[in-house]
């Protein structure tokens, strides 16, 4: 299996790049891991308009996904599992043979109705509102923690 975050828009915190390479790194000693980006689309008048902004957006999420992949969305009304069910999670996804895993971050203002249709199963990281570089660090984080996790390693301490 591999695992693909699926990120809208450039990382806007440079000092948290090294952070994030090495989570990367870490979690591609346990499977193939890799952090697509969807080019920022936001020109100055799409800001004044987050709903077309949402659809637009939308349409390049749902472009980049496969049929049967298995999909995740990292958003504020997901639920909201501890490190070790988020273990469980990802060991259940292992074990059931898929080939690919995607976790999707959106932009500002979130999902268009139609990600939401494609895309059921959600996971937030908090309750609070993060940016979305601490979103790709956290999310990235929670995955090496998990994997340390299934393998009794000893980085995660309950």
């Known amino acids: 299996m591999q695992i693909r975050l699926l990120v809208v828009g450039p990382v806007q915190e ?5 952070l994030i390479e090495g989570y990367t790194q870490r979690i591609g000693h346990y499977l193939p891991f890799s952090i697509e980006t969807i080019p ?10 987050p709903e077309r ?7 390049q999420i749902l472009k980049r996904l496969k049929a049967g992949e298995e999909v995740l969305l990292l958003d ?5 599992p501890a490190s070790r069910e988020l273990a469980n999670l990802l060991q259940k996804k292992m074990l059931s043979g898929i080939k690919r895993w995607t976790w999707i971050i959106g932009g500002a203002y979130g999902f268009s109705e139609a990600v939401y249709a494609r895309v059921p199963t959600r996971i937030s990281l908090s309750k609070l ?4 570089t601490m979103v790709r660090l956290l999310a990235t984080e929670q995955l ?7 393998n ?4 995660h301490h309950d």
Do not use: C, Q, S
Request: no cysteine.
């Open 14 to 18: 440079r000092n948290l790049d090294a």
């Open 129 to 132: 509102t993060l940016t979305h």
């Open 76 to 80: 504020e009304r997901g639920k909201e």
């Open 144 to 150: 090496y923690r998990a994997f340390t996790i299934l």
């Open 40 to 49: 920022d689309i936001t020109p100055v008048a799409l800001r004044k308009d």
């Open 53 to 59: 902004l949402k659809v637009l957006e939308g349409e």
């Open 152 to 155: 009794n390693e000893p980085y």
